[in-house]
């Protein structure tokens, strides 16, 4: 993709913003002091995503912006499962409850209905990853 030429997405531009602060907050909050933080991106087509059967799928888009971060910090995993499969009885405590759950699971909700998904994963070598797919518009 040309970077000279501005990406138009398929939902408000604020919440979009909004989202990208809001994980990129979580993995500084979460690496340690000095620590390194990992911002990939690349453009997929959506046909081509594994995820695609997963999402939301407009007629006005046909590409997806996947935005990958990766932390070395700590996570609770029940966070991450909760995040996954949100919890059935929503009156017992949940880490949802408060930030950063709270924040992170706003986030997820508001690029669900734009289409995207918001997942974090616990990955092999012990770091977090944040990953982003937030769809393009045509044109």
Not at 37 to 66: G, K, M, T, V
Not at 92 to 100: C, E, I, K, M, V
Not at 117 to 123: C, E, N, P, T, V
Request: proline letters at 7%; one cysteine or more; a negative charge.
């Amino acid at each position: 993709h040309n970077l000279k030429t501005p990406l138009k997405f398929g939902g408000e531009l604020l919440k979009i913003e909004l989202v990208l602060y809001e994980v990129f907050v979580a993995a500084c909050c979460r690496a340690p002091e000095g620590g390194r933080i990992d911002i990939w991106y690349r453009i997929i087509p959506l046909a081509d995503s594994p995820s695609s059967a997963n999402l939301n799928q407009s007629p006005l888009c046909d590409r997806l912006l996947e935005l990958s971060i990766t932390d070395n910090g700590v996570i609770d995993s029940q966070l991450i499962a909760e995040l996954k499969y949100h919890p059935s009885d929503e009156l017992a405590p949940s880490t949802l409850d408060r930030p950063p759950g709270l924040h992170l699971w706003i986030c997820q909700s508001l690029i669900q209905q734009i289409g995207g998904q918001l997942k974090l994963y616990q990955i092999e070598d012990g770091r977090v990853l944040s990953r982003l797919l937030i769809p393009i518009a045509k044109g």
